[in-house]
């Protein structure tokens, strides 16, 4: 029946468009099909729930998912019993046994923390208490000269090796998920987007649109859903627009969507390199609002730097609703990475840097603020029955992908 009111919603004429908005009961919907979105999705349907994923592009993964390091983290950079701790550290676990025992390519290559200045010491025998009181093992640090044997072309005092760390191919891990969910009756959307909703009852409506009809929005004229949904549990997963979508929600108390802040991270690639100069993940010693520009391999074995932390202003919340970001590369700001990557990487060649692509981070706190934790809330904070919001999911989230989705099952679920 569900299947069949959104091959309708495909066929509307704009007349149709117009009439009053279908009703439809669902059991589960997860908004978003990024792969935290994807994971929650999986989760619930091997736990037999009928799930739906309804998602604003034209496939899977098309945001913040697809642009990043693709890092498996060991859990070493986060406040012991955060979230992002706890959640980093299982889903390492279980990131690594879903590739091995579904074929996702994958590879522990281990990552070195570097020390270029012995003012950076202390920072980094702080990331080793941290990192071990977390429960990664396997940490160790190197003087300079054990770190610099390991990787010739690296130059630095001391370093904190991390053997757990690794990466994965993203899109891989993203096609195999969503397969899995598929296989156990979960229904994909794409093109579709939430609009809004509100309480009625104690049954959270959901309106839906299909994504064309927002093309030509203004961003204040009333948007009409085509179709309403009265899940049993909805998941907000957005990503990027989590906040803003959950403005939209009548009946949720804004007091407890927290303030949304954005941060491009641009990355570049190491041009006319037949052979990559590193064979471990390296990084710097981490600075605000990000991990510092680092270098990943990618499992070919290109080398890419970054990201570096550009903070964005002027995003309101129907841009933000709209996911209307600049994932551009401007080529001038390579001149800041070649310092940066120099004092870890000296042999740096002028030129050798190309734009690559560029990322948004959805971040819940602000320039020269305190970092802030992965926000998962459901109807015991914010009183909304069958309505749970992911806010703030940044770097862990794909290490951490799995694990929300096992805790938000766990929780949520009636």
């Known amino acids: 029946m569900l299947k069949h009111t959104l091959k309708s919603l495909r066929r509307m004429s704009t007349t149709a468009a117009a009439a009053p908005a279908a009703k439809e009961k669902v059991d589960c919907v997860v908004i ?47 406040p012991l019993n955060s979230l992002k701790a706890i959640f980093c550290v299982r889903g390492r676990e279980l990131l690594y046994k879903y590739c091995s025992e579904h074929e996702v390519p994958h590879k522990q290559i281990g990552k070195l923390i570097v020390a270029t200045r012995p003012l950076e010491i202390p920072k980094l025998n702080d990331l080793m208490k ?152 390296i990084y710097p010693i981490p600075e605000d609002g990000g991990l510092g520009v680092h270098v990943t391999l990618d499992l070919d074995g290109q080398i890419k730097f970054g990201p570096d932390v550009e903070w964005i202003d002027g995003i309101d919340d129907t841009l933000s609703f709209l996911n209307r970001f600049d994932y551009s590369v401007n080529a001038n700001r390579a001149e800041r990475f070649y310092p940066e990557i120099r004092k870890y990487y000296p042999d740096l060649q002028d030129g050798s840097l190309q734009p690559s692509y560029a990322g948004i981070r959805p971040k819940l706190s602000g320039p020269r603020q305190s970092p802030i934790d992965f926000v998962i809330q459901g109807e015991d904070t914010h009183g909304v029955p069958g309505l749970v919001n992911l806010f703030g999911i940044e770097s862990p989230g794909l290490t951490s992908s799995m694990a929300i989705a096992e805790y938000v099952a766990a929780k949520f679920l009636r």
């Not at 978003?32 to 729930?49: D, F, M, N, P």
């Not at 299909?210 to 179709?227: A, F």
């Open 130 to 281: 941290r990192g071990t009181a977390n429960g990664v093992h396997g940490l160790r640090m190197l003087e300079g000269f054990e770190a610099m044997k390991m990787e010739p072309e690296l130059q630095c005092v001391k370093a904190l090796l991390s053997p757990a760390s690794g990466i994965v191919d993203s899109h891989s891990l993203m096609l195999s998920l969503v397969g899995e969910a598929e296989n156990h009756g979960t229904t994909f959307s794409n093109n579709t987007s939430v609009i809004g909703g509100h309480l009625e009852g104690n049954c959270t409506n959901v309106y839906i649109s299909e994504s064309k009809n927002l093309q030509n929005w203004d961003g204040v004229s009333p948007l009409q859903p085509e179709l309403t949904l009265i899940p049993k549990l909805v998941v907000n997963s957005a990503g990027l627009s989590a906040p803003a979508l959950a403005k939209r929600f009548i009946g949720l108390d804004n007091v407890f969507i927290p303030p949304a802040y954005y941060a491009r991270g641009c990355y570049f690639s190491l041009a006319n390199s037949k052979v990559a100069p590193f064979k471990h993940l």
């Open 32 to 78: 978003g099909a990024g792969v935290v979105g994807i994971a929650v999705a999986r989760e619930l349907a091997l736990k037999g729930r009928e799930v739906l994923v309804l998602d604003s592009g034209p496939t899977f993964g098309t945001g913040t998912s697809s642009r990043n390091s693709e890092v498996i983290h060991a859990g070493i950079y986060y």
